[in-house]
């Protein structure tokens, strides 16, 4: 059991460049989210699924898309790169529908933009 | 004024010592309270929820003031592995989720 996988761990990404960063989860969880946390800063929610299929924008989303075609996959997707998107970005999953419910986070993948 | 807030530190205290973060939280209708422990560049763990009633786990407690919107950690007997970054998580409702910029803790030996 894996829990929560992100690839890859860090990137150096050129402005105006495209990239997905990839989280799956083997627990069968209903619930995914997508955070990225600057340094010093609270994480903020990029995107978030309920399920495979639905999807919907959290507190920062400009300049992100994702998918949800399964339950264990949920890319997130940088169309083109900013500086100002350099951070660490964090993949979570949780069981879904309960008030006090653990989210579950991957290690995390490093972006640098330049 | 910030969502969540929390003191950043850094707390440094030694080996033994007893240690409290509080956090402060703006929507009155906020319904879930967590802590969280991130390590250095690692992802957030979950510590432990907050309950109304204040909950305990081993050398942590955890309480929660809903009239004063705060919510507070303690650790007893700290130990060189409780230094880490110490998270104040709040769900006013739905999916969102609010975590503060989170609390620096050293213990030193």
């Known amino acids: 059991n894996a829990g929560v996988t992100q690839t890859p761990k860090f990137r150096i990404l050129k402005i105006g460049q495209s990239m997905t960063l990839q989280c799956t989860q083997d627990m069968n969880h209903n619930y995914m989210y997508w955070y990225r946390q600057d340094p010093g800063m609270g994480l903020k929610l990029i995107y978030y699924s309920v399920g495979a299929g639905i999807t919907d924008k959290g507190e920062v989303p400009n300049g992100y898309n994702v998918s949800r075609s399964t339950t264990e996959d949920f890319p997130l997707r940088l169309e083109l790169a900013a500086p100002s998107q350099t951070s660490v970005y964090f993949c979570a999953s949780a069981t879904g529908g309960a008030r006090q419910e653990t989210q579950y986070f991957g290690p995390g993948t490093r972006l640098l933009v330049l | 004024r910030k969502e969540v807030e929390q003191d950043p530190g850094p707390f440094n205290v030694p080996e033994g010592a007893t240690v409290a973060f509080n956090c402060t939280y703006s929507?009155?209708?906020?319904?879930?309270f967590f802590w969280y422990r991130q390590d250095c560049r690692k992802e957030p763990k979950l510590l432990m929820s907050v309950y109304s009633s204040g909950n305990e786990d081993g050398r942590f407690t955890a309480q929660l003031n809903r009239a004063s919107q705060y919510i507070s950690l303690l650790i007893r007997d700290s130990k060189l592995s409780d230094s880490a970054t110490y998270l104040c998580?709040?769900?006013?409702?739905?999916?969102?989720?609010?975590f503060g910029a989170g609390t620096r803790l050293f213990v030193k030996a």
């Open positions: 929507n009155s209708a906020s319904q879930s």
């Open positions: 998580v709040v769900r006013p409702g739905g999916f969102k989720t609010i």
